[in-house]
Nanobody, 125 residues
Framework: QLELVESGGGLVQPGGSLRLSCAASGFTLARYGIGWFRQAPGKEREGVSCISYGGGSTKYGDSVKGRFTIVRDNAKNTVYLQMNSLKPDDTAVYYC??????????????????WGQGTQVTVSS
């Protein structure tokens, strides 16, 4: 049974950093792209970043480029999202998701067929 579990969220001051983890089980992580999405209160879910199954291709949303980095460790069945220079606008529930097919990753929710429960990130002084 496919399972994705996010961790690493919390409360951080503006300018701080967090590293989110997405632990996968029930499928071979190395065969699929993984994406991170976020949803703030009252807003639609948006794509944050994704990484292709081999790790050679990554994408970032415009609002996080240069601040967030996605990496994967297939041996540990885990994908990480390093978030630096955090801003209050980054406050949201962050979800990781499994892309439904191999190939380059995309930041469209329709391309994903498995989702975690989310982890809360709050950026506030």
């Amino acid at each position: 049974q496919l399972e994705l579990v996010e961790s690493g969220g919390g409360l951080v001051q503006p300018g701080g950093s967090l590293r989110l983890s997405c632990a996968a089980s029930g499928f071979t992580l190395a065969r699929y792209g993984i994406g991170w999405f976020r949803q703030a209160p009252g807003k639609e879910r948006e794509g944050v970043s994704c990484i292709s199954y081999g790790g050679g291709s990554t994408k970032y949303g415009d609002s996080v480029k240069g601040r967030f980095t996605i990496v994967r460790d297939n041996a540990k069945n885990t994908v990480y999202l390093q978030m630096n220079s955090l801003k209050p606008d980054d406050t949201a529930v962050y979800y990781c998701a499994k892309q439904s097919s191999a190939g380059l990753c995309v930041l469209s929710q329709r391309a994903y067929d498995g989702w975690g429960q989310g982890t809360q990130v709050t950026v506030s002084s």
